[in-house]
């Protein structure tokens, strides 16, 4: 292939991927606004119908529309190019947005839980019919939304943190239908507080696990699926390598991890020689462990330290 056929095929994959990512971020926006006014109509229902798991649901429902609403906001900001002052660019907004919907979430559940107990502790009467109604259209609406975002959500965890608001809001929506047959027709209303506090503990879950990566990321962990000790040695089958020592590998965001270390060469060779050698381990690097980045320093008999961590 021709340097004009590769600059061509290189022009038409970012043409693509800068469409894909604006059709994701109007996908972001469109469940946005569709979450807010489910959050209205489910205002209304609850102060009408007496029903705590459709007034907390609504809470959740606005809650998650800012959430998706920041996701989107983020999702735009994070396209800026890399400047003097931001080298790294800008898309560890995205997972400074998820750290944020991911502890907003918490704080709603805990909010939730406590409204719950103090309705078990003191019932009280839920118009079923009208709960049913309104629970029925917020999950179509709902489901709508998660529909929209469910193929983003596997490529970016800033859109994984919106979906699973979103997919929360539609289990809530599910989980409080039942509890309005059981309302409207057996009149078991301590069942209204139950479905929220069941629902809140799926959340709960889903929302730690979000807080717990965005958090490994923020601290610059090295990824988790990533195997330094196994990189090392893989590295070191390359014949020109003595040793590969003062290795840092963090994830700039979800899904691009960067990989650093040092390397002692077995032999005095010329800058132009490294030159070979790192385009090695960047191919190993990509295609067996997935690493996108990589920054070495080469050495010569000039490091005594060859501990795998400095």
């Given at each position: 292939m021709s340097s004009h056929d590769n600059h061509v095929h290189e022009h038409i994959h970012e043409h693509e991927h800068n469409h894909h990512r604006d059709h994701s971020g109007k996908n972001l926006l469109t469940s946005a606004l569709l979450n807010l006014i489910i959050a209205l109509v489910e205002v209304c229902g609850g102060i009408f119908s007496n029903s705590l798991s459709l007034?907390?649901?609504?809470?959740?429902?606005?809650t998650d529309s800012l959430?998706?609403?920041?996701?989107?906001?983020a999702n735009r900001f994070g396209k800026k190019q890399a400047d003097i002052v931001k080298t790294f660019g800008y898309k560890r907004i995205e997972i400074i947005a998820a750290l944020f919907n991911s502890a907003a979430m918490i704080m709603i559940c805990l909010f939730l839980f406590y409204e719950a107990i103090i309705r078990i502790i003191h019932p009280e009467q839920v118009k079923g019919k009208l709960m049913l109604i309104v629970a029925i259209v917020c999950f179509l609406a709902n489901l709508v939304a998660v529909i929209i975002l469910k193929k983003d959500s596997h490529h970016n965890l800033n859109f994984k943190a919106a979906y699973l608001h979103l997919l929360g809001d539609?289990?809530?929506?599910?989980?409080?239908?039942?509890?309005a047959i059981?309302?409207?027709?057996?009149?078991?209303?301590?069942?209204?507080?139950?479905?929220?506090?069941?629902?809140?503990?799926?959340?709960?879950?889903?929302a730690f696990s979000i807080l717990k990566e965005a958090y490994q990321i923020l601290m610059q962990s090295a990824p988790l699926n990533l195997d330094l000790t196994a990189v090392k040695k893989r590295l070191e089958t390359i014949s020109s390598i003595e040793n590969i020592h003062h290795i840092h590998a963090w994830?700039?965001?979800?899904?691009?991890?960067?990989?650093?270390?040092?390397?002692?060469?077995?032999?005095?060779?010329?800058?132009?020689q490294t030159t070979s050698i790192a385009n090695q381990m960047r191919t190993i690097l990509k295609e067996e462990f997935g690493v996108e980045h990589l920054t070495v320093q080469f050495e010569f008999n000039c490091c005594g330290d060859k501990r795998l961590i400095h």
């Amino acid at each position: 292939m021709s340097s004009h056929d590769n600059h061509v095929h290189e022009h038409i994959h970012e043409h693509e991927h800068n469409h894909h990512r604006d059709h994701s971020g109007k996908n972001l926006l469109t469940s946005a606004l569709l979450n807010l006014i489910i959050a209205l109509v489910e205002v209304c229902g609850g102060i009408f119908s007496n029903s705590l798991s459709l007034l907390s649901d609504a809470l959740h429902n606005f809650t998650d529309s800012l959430s998706v609403l920041l996701a989107f906001v983020a999702n735009r900001f994070g396209k800026k190019q890399a400047d003097i002052v931001k080298t790294f660019g800008y898309k560890r907004i995205e997972i400074i947005a998820a750290l944020f919907n991911s502890a907003a979430m918490i704080m709603i559940c805990l909010f939730l839980f406590y409204e719950a107990i103090i309705r078990i502790i003191h019932p009280e009467q839920v118009k079923g019919k009208l709960m049913l109604i309104v629970a029925i259209v917020c999950f179509l609406a709902n489901l709508v939304a998660v529909i929209i975002l469910k193929k983003d959500s596997h490529h970016n965890l800033n859109f994984k943190a919106a979906y699973l608001h979103l997919l929360g809001d539609t289990l809530t929506s599910l989980v409080v239908i039942a509890g309005a047959i059981l309302i409207n027709y057996f009149c078991i209303y301590w069942i209204d507080p139950l479905v929220t506090i069941i629902v809140s503990i799926y959340i709960l879950k889903e929302a730690f696990s979000i807080l717990k990566e965005a958090y490994q990321i923020l601290m610059q962990s090295a990824p988790l699926n990533l195997d330094l000790t196994a990189v090392k040695k893989r590295l070191e089958t390359i014949s020109s390598i003595e040793n590969i020592h003062h290795i840092h590998a963090w994830n700039l965001t979800d899904t691009k991890m960067y990989f650093e270390c040092h390397v002692d060469l077995r032999d005095d060779y010329r800058l132009s020689q490294t030159t070979s050698i790192a385009n090695q381990m960047r191919t190993i690097l990509k295609e067996e462990f997935g690493v996108e980045h990589l920054t070495v320093q080469f050495e010569f008999n000039c490091c005594g330290d060859k501990r795998l961590i400095h």
